[in-house]
């Protein structure tokens, strides 16, 4: 449906003012929801795995980048837990139950120089572990790519110079064989510090519930460094 999809727009304090077009929503700048889904496990190791997108939608600022391993627009009606069922079927062909889906929380966001100018972010963790194999890519995704989260979260840091990180890939132009990549921090360089501020915190989150089994949401509201 693209710009003519329907969709809620708020007050800043959450409260519906009414619906319109995606594209009037962006014109005017008005508050609505967006989705993203996480998909993070403990590997054999021990060690927190994550799984993400690379993004291909023609006119995407964020083109090539690496970003959640589905994330959205909610539409008009539709509530953001059952939004996030269908962005991940959508783009990763990953079918799930709501409730298997674990909320993150939902962090404002203010980028006045994108599309998406005052969003709030509902957050859903995807626990896996899955076969990167077993996704499939459509008009939006051009590649899959696992790694070690925390070297991810360097990544995405006020680290001035992180090391590369060592993942998994399987790209669209090859499908069936998956591949050893370095991802260097160019995978995030496109984001505004904003945005790259929610993923270190993203993050953070998911670390401690999968190895604590707690949920920091506390996080959204701590200062984070400058980059």
């Not at 007050?11 to 003012?17: I, R, S, V």
């Not at 993004?55 to 953001?80: K, N």
């Not at 005052?118 to 077993?134: A, T």
């Not at 991802?183 to 401690?208: D, G, M, N, Q, W």
Request: some cysteine; aromatic content about 10%.
């Amino acid at each position: 449906m693209g710009d003519h999809e329907e969709l809620a727009f708020f007050d800043e304090a959450g409260h519906q003012l009414g619906t319109k077009s995606r594209q009037l929503v962006h014109a005017d700048g008005e508050w609505h929801w967006l989705v993203f889904v996480w998909c993070a496990w403990l590997g054999d190791d021990g060690i927190p795995q994550l799984m993400m997108q690379q993004r291909a939608r023609p006119g995407d600022p964020f083109i090539d980048s690496l970003d959640a391993l589905a994330g959205g627009h909610v539409q008009a009606g539709e509530g953001h837990r059952l939004a996030a069922v269908r962005e991940l079927e959508e783009e990763a062909g990953l079918r799930c139950a709501p409730e298997v889906l674990i909320y993150l929380g939902g962090p404002p966001l203010v980028n006045l120089h994108g599309s998406c100018q005052r969003v709030v972010q509902h957050m859903y963790l995807y626990d896996g572990p899955v076969d990167i194999m077993q996704l499939d890519f459509n008009e939006e995704v051009c590649g899959f790519v696992s790694a070690p989260l925390d070297g991810l979260a360097r990544l995405v840091g006020p680290e001035p110079e992180p090391p590369a990180v060592h993942g998994n890939a399987r790209f669209g132009k090859d499908p069936k064989r998956s591949v050893e990549i370095t991802i260097a921090p160019t995978a995030f360089a496109s984001y505004p510090a904003p945005i790259l501020e929610v993923f270190h915190k993203s993050f953070a989150i998911i670390r401690t519930y999968l190895l604590e089994q707690r949920l920091d949401i506390a996080m959204w509201s701590r200062p984070w460094p400058e980059r």
